[in-house]
T-cell receptor
Framework: EDQVTQSPEALRLQEGESSSLNCSYT??????LFWYRQDPGKGPEFLFT???AGEEKEKERLKATLTKKESFLHITAPKPEDSATYLC????????????FGDGTTLTVKP | DGGITQSPKYLFRKEGQNVTLSCEQN?????MYWYRQDPGQGLRLIYY???????QKGDIAEGYSVSREKKESFPLTVTSAQKNPTAFYLC???????????????FGPGTRLLVL
């Protein structure tokens, strides 16, 4: 069974204070790992897809990295508008066509 | 402008009543999905469809039903058998991507279902 664990559950940062969110996963053959951003009361917005260990992707203040057991979402010099819940999901070769989601990390950035 | 629409935004269900949530996409995506999200939790898969006229149960399909008669539409019915339907329901669709991964999913705005 595919499993995804995100930590911490909640993270409070001051504006400009860089940090990282963790996504640990257990799958039988990773097909893809996905990061989404979700604002309250809205649908998730796609951020990144990572396919293999060592891969990195960046978008503005966000950078996602992947190892064989976990992924990190690094947030550099965050701004209040980065406040949201960040969701991690995986798709495995044994469950192709389905994603398993973690419970998310709620990030609050204070000015 | 391409995207996924869900309606209604809010839906109220009475005891013993079946209700249907609408999901339409104009992205020409093959696959569509329904998820349920409870407060403070991630998304749990209810049903998914990878092609018209075919769909599979997800992890929490009991008390729900779907149809996929058209590529752009994937309605979800919450039946009276679903005893705890209050939740935020999200529809998504996906395209085939790099290395064949299909799960880069694009989400609709969601429907919040409440029980009267």
């Amino acid at each position: 069974e595919d499993q995804v664990t995100q930590s911490p559950e909640a993270l409070r940062l001051q504006e400009g204070e860089s940090s990282s969110l963790n996504c640990s996963y257990t799958v039988s053959g990773l097909r893809g790992l996905f990061w989404y951003r979700q604002d309250p009361g809205k649908g998730p917005e796609f951020l990144f897809t990572l396919y293999s260990a060592g891969e990195e992707k960046e978008k503005e203040r966000l950078k996602a990295t992947l190892t064989k057991k976990e992924s990190f979402l690094h947030i550099t010099a965050p701004k209040p508008e980065d406040s949201a819940t960040y969701l991690c999901a995986v798709e495995s070769r044994t469950n192709a066509g389905k994603s398993t989601f973690g419970d998310g990390t709620t990030l609050t950035v204070k000015p | 402008d391409g995207g996924i629409t869900q309606s209604p935004k809010y839906l109220f269900r009475k005891e013993g009543q079946n209700v249907t949530l609408s999901c339409e996409q104009n992205l020409n995506h093959d696959a569509m999905y329904w998820y349920r999200q409870d407060p403070g939790q991630g998304l749990r898969l209810i049903y998914y469809s990878q092609i018209v006229n075919d769909f599979q149960k997800g992890d929490i399909a009991e008390g729900y039903s779907v149809s996929r008669e058209k590529k752009e539409s994937f309605p979800l019915t919450v039946t009276s058998a679903q005893k705890n339907p209050t939740a935020f329901y999200l529809c998504a669709s996906s395209i085939g991507g790099e290395q064949g991964a299909r799960e880069t999913q694009y989400f609709g705005p969601g429907t919040r279902l409440l029980v009267l």
